[in-house]
């Protein structure tokens, strides 16, 4: 039997404040405590920055990939944590060694598999890498802040 945990989007939007139109992960799961997790973005054309991101030749932004593993790993900690309803926040620091390897298009499965580096007090450090269909389309390190409640 498994110990690893799951984060629903019920639970997710209990531990991260993010909101539509930029809650940007659907589920997490295989959560391992704070040591690693993996999020699900069901990319969809109805997401609005399809209208501008291409009109005629829609591609999900590298920032909003970043972003969505950045919230993988929020909710990784926050559930680790537990940190749901407790006005848990957490602020970008530092996006390193970030690379874009394919396009992110409506349809596509987004998986986001995040690894803890360093972590442990407010300053807590990442790698992310976000695959479709096993084939990668983003690498990145990301530092962020902990602003853990009292």
Not at 44 to 70: C, D, K, L, R, S
Not at 126 to 145: S, Y
């Amino acid at each position: 039997m498994s110990d690893l945990q799951t984060a629903d989007i019920d639970l997710i939007q209990r531990i991260i404040p993010h909101r539509y139109p930029f809650l940007l992960v659907d589920r997490v799961r295989d959560i391992d405590g704070t040591q690693s997790a993996v999020g699900i973005k069901n990319v969809t054309f109805n997401e609005p920055h399809f209208q501008g991101h291409f009109p005629g030749a829609p591609i999900m932004p590298g920032v909003t990939i970043v972003e969505a593993m950045a919230q993988t790993a929020a909710v990784m900690v926050g559930v680790a944590q537990d940190l749901a309803d407790k006005d848990f926040l957490v602020y970008f620091m530092g996006i390193e060694s970030c690379k874009f390897r394919r396009k992110v298009v409506p349809g596509d499965v987004l998986e986001m598999s995040v690894t803890t580096k360093r972590g442990g007090g407010k300053v807590w450090k990442f790698a992310g890498r976000a695959t479709v269909d096993g084939e990668l389309a983003c690498e990145a390190e990301f530092t962020a802040m902990m602003d853990m409640p009292k």
